[in-house]
Every structure is written in structure tokens, then in C-alpha cells.
């Protein structure tokens, strides 16, 4: 079966409670539960990763590389603006990466406009709160099952 792996980055264990005109009120939690029932439909396994620390999300798309994983779906946080370290080890990964935001973060502050990943990433998707990271694991499934 094949393994997706799911990551959130800085500051994304809030969500819930961390501004929620932006971002709803679903916890982290809630927002795994709907990815692993939508997983169970599509006939894919799903784990998941958070971290507030960079170093510690860039080990675990390193791993990604020799552990199994078919693809990667992931909400970098404020790093997707800025992090040329998570951006390279996104390049080297040789399977699909697919970046999700809740908000629509062209809608916002204009740091927000630019993502570096988007460039290493196979495709984006923003403003859908929990939705985004649906449409994401669809959108990778589709990729990895070709
Ligand atoms: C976010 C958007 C980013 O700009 C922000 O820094 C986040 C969350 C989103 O899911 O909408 O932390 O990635």
C-alpha cells in the first residue's frame, strides 16, 4: 500500500486556537482524523509530522528518501516564505511533493505571496482550511498512482 506522509511546520500544532479568521477552529488533530479517513477511501496509508524546528522538519523529508514514502504532503507555515534549507531538501526528494496553506495566502500580507517551495513542489493549494490538505492528498495520490 502506499505511504504518504503528511507534514506541518512551525506553529501549526495551534491550529484551533491561533487566529481563527484565518484558520478556522479545527485542531491539528481534527485535521489528521479527516486526512486518515480520506486515506482509508483512497487505499493509502498516512502518517504525520509536525515540528517547530527546522532542522528536525528537514531530517524528515531526508528520511523520506530510503523509508518508503510514495509522497509528501506539506504546510511549511511562515518557513514556505523563506526557507531555502527545506527548499533544498525538497529538491533532492525524487518523489512528489504537494504544498497546501489553509488560508489563502494570496489574499494576505504580501510575504505571503511568494513561496519558495512552490518551485520544488508539484503544485499548490491555498484557502481551503482543512479542504486544502484534502485536495492535497488527492492531488498526490493521483501523482503517485499515476
Ligand atoms: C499557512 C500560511 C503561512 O503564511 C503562515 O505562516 C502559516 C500557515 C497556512 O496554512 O495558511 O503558518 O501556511
Redesign the pocket.
Known amino acids: 500500500m502506499n505511504r504518504i506522509l503528511v507534514m506541518h511546520?512551525?506553529?501549526?500544532n495551534l491550529f484551533g486556537k491561533r487566529d481563527p479568521k484565518?484558520?478556522g477552529t479545527e485542531t491539528l488533530e481534527d485535521i489528521n482524523g479527516k486526512l486518515s479517513a480520506l486515506a482509508g477511501e483512497l487505499g493509502v496509508e498516512v502518517s504525520f509530522f509536525q515540528s517547530n524546528y527546522e532542522g528536525a522538519f528537514v531530517e524528515r523529508i531526508q528520511e523520506a528518501h530510503g523509508d518508503g514514502t510514495a509522497g509528501i504532503v506539506l504546510?511549511?507555515?511562515?518557513w514556505?516564505?523563506y526557507s531555502y534549507a527545506i527548499m533544498d531538501a525538497l529538491a533532492i526528494l525524487s518523489i512528489p511533493a504537494v504544498e497546501?496553506?489553509?488560508?489563502n495566502?494570496h489574499a494576505?500580507e504580501a510575504f505571503?505571496h511568494f513561496s519558495v517551495l512552490s518551485a520544488v513542489t508539484r503544485g499548490s493549494i491555498?484557502g481551503f482550511g482543512s479542504g486544502?490538505y484534502l485536495l492535497g492528498l488527492r492531488a498526490v495520490v493521483d501523482l503517485v498512482k499515476g
Open positions: 511546520g512551525v506553529n501549526l484565518h484558520y504546510n511549511a507555515g511562515a514556505t516564505h497546501v496553506h489553509m488560508s495566502v494576505r505571503r491555498a486544502s
